[in-house]
């Protein structure tokens, strides 16, 4: 099981940014403006920093010749970031962002994303590839499905209820005070904080969920 996650990685990092345009070195930063959304969405190699405010914005800090293959546009309610030609990037390309409102993070890719400060009813996270999330404040009802190794790290993420769904050799810390329901099969590894008063649970595989 590891010779094949050590080589899915491999395999992914290179699709990632091994290969396609060169970065220029002269890096500078970008902000872009942006309508109202709810959602992000984001695939490929970005490093994604999300606080909230009272208005949206998005600034891009990468490479001057990357800037103009960077597509951010909202789509409906939904904030999609991507890139028009594969890039050679040696560090995650950077992007900040500001939003008074956000209820679901959708990443595919190497990417990592950092969302500070969540205060909703309901969070949804949706996490494939290579991707590594951290969320932290607090929400009714977190749900989360992820697969291939993703990684993350939610346990200052304070939810009443918790529903996971993780495969592959994805890892998972989150915490929940009233209930966690959670589905694991591959290698994938669950830590729960928050001492919930139920703990429904069906592993398979190699998986294991623990308590801390």
Sequence with gaps: MKTYLVLFLSLLLVGCH???VKGSGNIKEEERSIGEFSKIDVSGYFKVDVKFGETTSLKIITDDNFLP???TNVQGQTLVISTKKNLDSKEPIRIKISTPHLVKLECSGANKVNI???NEDQFYLEVSGA???KLSGNVDTFKAEMSGATKLDAEGLHSKKV???VSGASKA???ATEEITASGSGASYIEYYGNPEKVNSDISGVGKIKRK
Excluded: F, P, T
């Design 163 to 165: 529903n996971l769904e």
């Design 173 to 175: 810390k989150v915490y």
């Design 116 to 118: 500070a400060g969540v």
């Design 18 to 20: 091994s290969w396609g």
């Design 131 to 133: 991707c590594k999330v």
């Design 69 to 71: 293959l960077i597509k």
